[in-house]
Nanobody, 128 residues
């Protein structure tokens, strides 16, 4: 079965850190850009970050710039989201998604369209 599996979520105090992982099961991530999304209760889903297939291009939501870092290890078939200086407003269910495509600068800008796989999500709770 082809799927993405998130891990690394949990509860942390404001100012703390977590690292989320997104692992591909049943397929290789080499040909896919990966994005992280989040959805807080009562709010719309928000794209948090994106990385192209080789890591050549990344982007971040303004709300997380300077605090979150996306990276990938294709040898481990895994993408990471390092989240530092967490705030209560970062509390949400975080999802990773994969989209097949080449490395180019606009890939992440249009990442929301034509996604191939979604993970089931993982909860991150930041307490004040």
């Amino acid at each position: 079965q082809l799927q993405l599996v998130e891990s690394g979520g949990g509860s942390v105090q404001s100012g703390g850190s977590l690292r989320l992982s997104c692992a591909a099961i049943g397929f290789t991530l080499d040909d896919y850009g990966i994005g992280w999304f989040r959805q807080a209760p009562g709010k719309e889903r928000e794209k948090v970050s994106c990385i192209t297939r080789s890591g050549g291009f990344t982007n971040y939501a303004e709300s997380v710039k300077g605090r979150f870092t996306i990276s990938r290890d294709n040898a481990k078939n895994t993408v990471y989201l390092q989240m530092n200086s967490l705030k209560p407003e970062d509390t949400a269910v975080y999802y990773c998604a994969a989209k097949r495509g080449w490395d180019y600068s606009d890939f992440c800008r249009n990442f929301e369209h034509g996604l191939d796989y979604w993970g089931k999500g993982i909860l991150v709770t930041v307490s004040s």
